[in-house]
């Protein structure tokens, strides 16, 4: 899957992840996204929950943030008890400076889309890696089992080079918390991430690509140094 072999920073992680954690306030319902920079959010989330005595909801997006939630503590509720969320901290593969995203690394981007879309305020959290003039990553796409061979030949006919995902740790594909396969696609560099979102919707099969575009209000970047800027 290209664009994942970059090295990335942890203390760029943590310093976004922490500083997006305070902005959570007593009495809101949040959104937590997946992967491990929101890992730190949550872990912080909890952490002053507990210590602030904050009266605050989560709704998660993946198995792993239900479980990381659990963890530090974290009341959990779902979309069906609160449609409208306060706050969403979500993880990104590449997002570029017109806070354009590609998401979906951790297979988790179809939850964390609807989840972005239900919330008043979507918080982006990256290392430096993770920032491109153009995006360039790799595409993830959720697709039926159904319907693989279908979206693979329509990727194929937009130019692009698509993989079906591969589990690291046993032999076969990644089988998404929604039961479906994830496929990357490579399409080079994508000039206009809208047409390109627009194009994969259409593709009759895919359930969610996770190519994000005008629903991040602010980007929290960290930085070795332990540091981060917003914009
Ligand atoms: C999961 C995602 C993640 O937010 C994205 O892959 C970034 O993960 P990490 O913070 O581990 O680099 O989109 O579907």
Do not use: W
């Not at 995006?135 to 692009?160: K, T």
């Amino acid at each position: 899957m290209k664009g994942r072999n970059k090295k990335t920073s942890d203390s760029g992680k943590e310093s976004a992840g922490v500083a997006a954690a305070g902005l959570v306030e007593d009495g809101m319902i949040i959104g937590l996204g997946t992967g491990s920079t929101t890992a730190y959010a949550i872990s912080e989330v909890g952490k002053r929950i507990n210590e602030e005595e904050l009266d605050v909801q989560a709704v998660v997006t993946s198995y792993q943030s239900e479980m990381l939630a659990i963890d530090a503590g974290i009341p959990l509720t779902s979309l069906s008890e609160h449609p409208e969320l306060d706050l969403d901290i979500d993880g990104a593969d590449q997002v570029d400076f017109e806070l354009n995203a590609i998401k979906g690394g951790g297979a988790a981007h179809t939850k964390e889309k609807v989840v972005a879309c239900s919330s008043k305020q979507f918080i982006a959290v990256i290392d430096e890696s993770k920032l491109s003039d153009k995006l360039n990553h790799s595409v993830p796409v959720e697709v039926l089992p159904y319907s693989r061979n279908l979206v693979l030949q329509n990727m194929q006919n937009m130019g692009a080079e698509p993989e079906i995902r591969q589990a690291v740790h046993k032999d076969g594909p990644v089988i998404t918390d929604n039961g479906n396969l994830i496929i990357d696609a490579d399409f080079d560099v994508i000039e206009n991430p809208n047409n390109l979102a627009s194009e994969l919707s259409a593709i009759p099969g895919i359930v969610e690509h996770g190519i994000f575009t005008g629903m991040i209000d602010e980007i929290y970047m960290g930085k070795k140094d332990g540091t981060f800027d917003k914009f």
